[in-house]
């Protein structure tokens, strides 16, 4: 079984440009999630799909970040403009569904944002 | 929303015991985790248990669970190299979705 995929792994961009990462879940997991890690912190919550609808996008800073998961399965995150405070790892992660079983996430690699 | 504390270092010495500790707020979380994350990787569920047990084993792991003191821990016995990483404890709260630690960062030495 394939894991969740992101890409890009590392992106390095000066400050107000726009940056998109993409993430490919496991098969058949209806639900995802974008999580933030900076650095020395746990993952904290940016956004949580179940299908393609957005149940939980409070923590989601609507001014420059956006996302999307069109027809339920992969799924784009993009920062327009970023600023130099949104470096951070952008975690994905996968899972079958709430209250499916313990609620196991499985996470991808990450994609690593630097902006200069 | 659930508030997870957990101190930030651990060292020990290889083939020692490691125990990493973890407290959260949130009584109606129906499982706590721990997951582990290796340098330059995503998070790895290591192990959870169901909030009406007190104790899960499984191998090297040892999880114990204290309900009334709201207080998770992980012993990872015979702790060799391999498992230093980074341990996060996430509680589920009431929605299953997982909020986490700062992490624990586990050092082993040889």
């Known amino acids: 079984e394939a894991g969740v995929v992101q890409s890009p792994r590392y992106k390095i961009i000066e400050k107000k440009q726009p940056v998109a990462f993409w993430c490919n879940p496991i098969?058949?997991?209806?639900?995802l999630y974008w999580y933030l890690q900076n650095l020395g912190q746990g993952p904290e919550l940016l956004i949580r799909?179940?299908?393609?609808?957005?149940?939980?996008d409070s923590q989601l800073p609507k001014d420059r970040f956006s996302a999307e998961r069109l027809k339920g399965v992969d799924s784009t995150l993009k920062i327009q403009p970023a600023e130099l405070g949104d470096s951070a790892v952008y975690l994905c992660?996968?899972?079958?569904?709430?209250?499916?079983?313990?609620?196991?996430?499985?996470f991808g690699e990450g994609s690593r944002l630097t902006v200069l | 929303g659930e508030d997870v504390e957990q101190s930030l270092f651990l060292s020990v010495r290889e083939g020692d015991s490691s125990v990493i500790n973890c407290t959260y707020t949130?009584?109606?979380?129906?499982?706590l985790y721990w997951y582990k994350q290796e340098p330059g990787a995503g998070l790895q569920l290591l192990t959870y248990?169901?909030?009406?047990?007190d104790m899960k084993q499984d191998q090297r792991l040892t999880v114990l669970l204290n309900k009334k003191d709201k207080h998770l821990s992980l012993r990872i016995a015979d702790t060799q190299t391999g498992d230093s990483a980074i341990y996060f404890c996430?509680?589920?709260?009431?929605?299953?979705?997982?909020?986490f630690g700062r992490g624990t960062s586990l050092i082993v030495h040889p």
């Open positions: 992660a996968s899972s079958r569904g709430q209250g499916a079983d313990t609620g196991e996430l499985f």
């Open positions: 098969s058949g997991h209806n639900t």
């Open positions: 799909y179940e299908n393609e609808e957005a149940v939980d």
């Open positions: 949130d009584s109606s979380s129906t499982y």
């Open positions: 248990i169901f909030s009406n047990m």
């Open positions: 996430a509680g589920s709260g009431g929605s299953y979705i997982p909020t």
